[in-house]
């Protein structure tokens, strides 16, 4: 295999959303350094096997459970399987999120209620049910959420998505001072624009959003997905033993402009 190093070596990493970029990004830096991973997402195995092979041929030890986050007992049914299989579980980055490109009047009630059961309730779900297995088990694990520099600023064109990264900002803080005498860390990583994922299918619908994106951005670069997980892989470092709670802004500095 081959690995950059041991630093997680055997431990068992969950990833929702895993077929995603980001996903795929930190699925291949934690089995690099040595973890097991559990990939969810909303795919069935066949169609998950043909994203897969990045995993296969780094001979990375992987298994993907088809699960929908926005339901409550699929979630917790995949924790149970990969409990069986590898006896328990030691980090859960809580990664699968949707956005809609619409603004207030014109987003349905529908897509709006989609969006905050997937992006809010499926992370409560999973991370939840992720502390829990920590606890029973006395792990002294680690949860990341997938955040978002737009948790912080009302972004008009995708309203559903920065309320619903707002009030994961919430939770994580929440969820980090419930566990901390469990010695379990929960931090955010707040990714500003990443060259993958959900912005570049944004980007695809409305490609002067692309261009304006890249130019708005103080340090004038776009995120790479890779760059990402290795800061969600670092957040999970015994190094950081006391960082709980934390967002770490990854944002090339847009969240400091202010435009008047
Ligand atoms: N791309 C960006 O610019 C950016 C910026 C900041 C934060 N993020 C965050 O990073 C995370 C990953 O996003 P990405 O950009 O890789 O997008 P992506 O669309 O490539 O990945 C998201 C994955 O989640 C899966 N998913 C959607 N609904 C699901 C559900 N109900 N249950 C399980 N899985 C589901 C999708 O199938 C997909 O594989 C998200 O939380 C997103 O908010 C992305």
């Known amino acids: 295999m081959n690995m950059e190093s041991n630093s997680f070596k055997d431990k068992v990493v969950l990833v929702s959303g895993g077929l995603g970029d980001i996903g ?11 973890a097991r991973i559990a990939i969810s997402d909303i795919v ?16 990375i030890t992987y ?6 986050v926005s339901n409550g007992s699929a979630v ?4 149970l399987k990969v409990e069986e299989a590898w006896g328990q579980m030691d980090i859960a980055i809580v990664n699968a999120a949707k956005v809609t490109l619409k603004n207030l009047q ?21 991370a939840n049910a992720a502390c829990k297995s920590f606890v029973k088990h006395e792990i002294e694990g680690n949860i990341v959420f997938l955040g978002s520099w737009a948790a912080h600023a ?19 803080k929440t969820m980090a001072l419930t566990y901390a005498e469990n010695g379990i860390r929960v931090n955010e990583i ?59 802004l990854m944002d090339g500095g847009l969240s400091l402009i202010r435009t008047k």
């Not at 069935?44 to 001979?59: F, I, N, P, W, Y």
């Not at 695809?204 to 261009?211: F, K, N, T, V, W």
């Open 44 to 59: 069935d195995e066949e169609t998950a096997s043909h994203k897969l092979g990045a995993m296969d041929d780094l001979g």
């Open 106 to 126: 014109e987003i349905t009630d529908q897509e709006w209620e989609k969006e905050i059961q997937v992006n809010l309730n499926g992370a409560f779900f999973m």
């Open 76 to 79: 917790n049914e995949w924790i």
């Open 190 to 248: 707040a990714p500003g624009y990443v060259n993958a994922g959900l912005s570049k299918a944004v980007w695809e619908q409305d490609p002067s959003l692309a261009q304006e994106a890249s130019a708005r951005v103080p340090v004038r670069k776009l995120i790479e997905a890779d760059e990402v997980a290795k800061q969600v892989s670092w957040l999970c470092l015994p190094s950081n033993r006391h960082t709980t709670g934390s967002t770490l």
């Open 63 to 68: 298994r993907y459970d088809q699960a929908d």
């Open 24 to 34: 795929q990004a930190v699925a291949l830096e934690f089995g690099k350094q040595g």
């Open 154 to 172: 009302a972004h008009i064109n995708i309203p559903a998505y920065t309320v619903s990264k707002a009030a994961l900002r919430m939770l994580c």
